[in-house]
């Protein structure tokens, strides 16, 4: 419920800034109408808190309006004048995972895009399972901003009551994701590595205690069931190319008084050029067992050979052997590459959450009951100095 207070001075600030042209003067008041999806855009720009959102308690909600598994597509520049936007690919990991929930519910698996411009992604959408895609588009929403975005997604889950609501846990999804929850006043579950369907409720799992137990959440009383859901850790499904979408198109009045961080200059930073961990197809990681920094480097020599990535456990970044930005765990990058070559690494539950999705794991290690060795699909006991060495000069003969 949304109220107007005695406080109301009628400065007018209220009625520019609703997406939805729900708010109204009259007789220098303002006044609400049936328009409202209680986006909460108002209450942030009254200057006298004038405008005041009761929220109904969780517990005596009606839920059995929510309906929808939906994914929020997330959008990265590719510096491309032709295409400036592509879809990231969390976005399709979340599709292909959201998918099998949305079977399982029997619900409709809906993508949500807020865009300046519709540059042909349905097609995308569709193949990777999306049965109905909303599209919002604005010349406001080129650039992301969380005033505007959060404002937007909680309009259009006010109007359309999804079920559940899955974010990946990028920096925008991290940023986006708690906003909106909290507008909605519902729980959120962030960093999640495993999603299903237990009683006809989403089961998000997500390590906890330092990365020591793996914690299952449920959320009863709360809708949408949100989430934020870690890069590379869901399994991409086979696009099926020619599989269609219905398109929903939105319509929003944005205003740019909403604004309240304005970007005065922005630089593309490309780094070194090279392949991002993330992105690696083969990686070659080393741990605390590698000892020196100059015997980590034989990992670097390894990794050229095969064409990969060379990464590092938290243990081995805190030692100084690798930058921090080659981190696999929890704390650092979740990757899941073809190849997952592992040397000296014990296997932390921190660092195996972050690499046990790749496809072919080999581990290295002189401890025969390292955990490591508990998800590798094969494993060699023994001196990772000696054995990366051979391997490389191995790979030169051939």
Known sequence: MIEVSKKCIGCGKCVPVCPFAAVNMIDKLAVINEACTLCGACVQICPLQAIVITRE?????????????????ELTETGDKTHPKKIKPVTFELL?????????????????????????????????????????EHDELFEYNTDIFSTVMVSLVNRHKPSVMLYGATIQGRDLAP???????????????????????LLQSRPAFGGNIMADILSPDSRPQMATVRPNV????????????????????????????????????????????????IIVSGGRGMKTKEKFRQLEELSKLLGGVVGASRAAVDLGFKEKAHQVGQ???????????????????????????????????RDPNAPIFNVAKYGIVGDAHEIAPRLAEALKKK
């Open 57 to 73: 308690e969780a517990s005596h909600r009606d839920h059995s309006g929510f309906r929808g598994v939906w994914v929020y597509v």
């Open 179 to 201: 906003r909106v929850a909290a507008a909605l006043y519902v729980g959120l579950t962030a960093d999640c590595t495993g999603l299903a369907i237990k009683d006809g409720l």
């Open 331 to 365: 704390s650092g990058t979740t990757v899941s590459p073809k190849l997952y070559l592992s040397f000296g690494i014990s296997g932390a539950v921190q660092h195996i959450v972050g690499m046990k999705a790749s496809d072919v794991i080999i581990a290295v290690n």
């Open 234 to 281: 869901m399994k991409l499904s086979e696009p099926v190319h020619g599989r269609t979408a219905l398109i929903v198109r939105e319509a929003a009045k944005i205003d740019k008084s909403l604004r309240r961080v304005k970007v005065l200059e922005r630089k593309m930073s490309h780094g070194g050029g090279g392949v991002k961990i993330e992105n690696a197809k």
């Open 96 to 136: 292909s995972a959201g998918r099998k929930l949305a079977d399982e519910l029997k619900e409709d698996l809906c993508a949500v895009l807020l865009a300046d411009k519709d540059r042909g992604y349905a097609k995308e959408l569709g193949a990777y399972g999306a049965d109905k895609i909303y599209i919002l």
